[in-house]
């Protein structure tokens, strides 16, 4: 496979239920990132991973709790979550320090639907 | 303020014409990037074209160039020949190079809306 994947491309969970997105990079990139693209607002950065490293948590709700294990694989583990963070959830990575400032390249998505 | 406006909501252009999808930006830094990227309806977002602030030339990658305007902040896109796969939504988005804040923050548009005719 090559560029960013992510599973699973759609979820749909209760408000009580506990599940994980997964994001893999094959671009050998150090920094991944989440994203969550509601209807008609722009993407909102969630956090930011370097170098497996947490380096940025934008104000998001503590039940959304991402995880890096290592440089190609990143997580978001989601738990008592509302309604209204039903969204697509993008998950990018990119090279920092290379050049083409730090170009972010994006999965697939996973759009999820809260009932 | 918003850092990133793109005033067209929707665009329609015939197939093999060129058409233009305005970006302006707000910025105080000296230094930063400037990206265009397409979703189409399937979600995921595609990177097309980059330019640089120091960068003299106007990007340009096969059909997508960057009409960059530094004075006017602005940062347009530009398709020619347009082909019906290229009817999605299109986002610009900048990345500002400041110290002490964020510095891996893209940030994005509200996105265009292109529709292709044949």
């Known amino acids: 496979e090559t560029g960013v994947t992510q599973t699973p491309r759609h979820l749909v969970m209760g408000m009580t239920n506990k599940k994980s997105l997964k994001c893999e990079q094959h671009?050998?990139?150090?920094?991944m990132y989440w994203y969550k693209q509601s209807a008609k607002k722009p993407l909102e950065l969630m956090f930011v991973?370097?170098?497996?490293?947490?380096?940025e948590n934008n104000s998001v709700p503590s039940r959304f709790s991402p995880e890096c294990p290592n440089s190609s694989h990143l997580f978001l583990h989601l738990h008592t979550l509302q309604p209204e963070d039903s969204a697509l959830y993008l998950c990018?990575?990119?090279?920092?320090?290379?050049?083409?400032?730090?170009?972010?390249?994006f999965g697939p998505g996973t759009r999820l639907t809260v009932l | 303020a918003q850092k990133i406006t793109q005033t067209q909501p929707g665009m329609f252009v015939q197939e093999k014409e060129a058409v233009t999808l305005d970006c302006t930006y707000d910025?105080?830094?000296?230094?930063?990037?400037l990206f265009w990227y397409k979703q189409p309806s399937s979600g995921e977002m595609i990177f097309l074209i980059y330019?640089?602030?120091?960068?003299?030339q106007n990007a340009t990658e096969g059909r997508y160039s960057l009409n960059f305007q530094k004075a006017r902040k602005s940062a347009n896109l530009v398709i020619s020949a347009s082909q019906l796969g290229d009817s999605a939504m299109y986002f610009c988005?900048?990345?500002?190079?400041?110290?002490?804040?964020?510095?891996?923050?893209?940030?994005f548009g509200k996105g265009t809306l292109l529709t292709v005719n044949p």
């Open positions: 990018a990575s990119s090279l920092l320090g290379g050049t083409s400032w730090d170009t972010q390249y």
């Open positions: 330019q640089g602030s120091y960068d003299e």
């Open positions: 910025t105080s830094d000296q230094s930063y990037g």
């Open positions: 988005a900048m990345r500002e190079a400041r110290s002490g804040g964020s510095n891996y923050k893209l940030t």
């Open positions: 671009l050998g990139h150090n920094a």
């Open positions: 991973y370097s170098l497996e490293e947490r380096v």
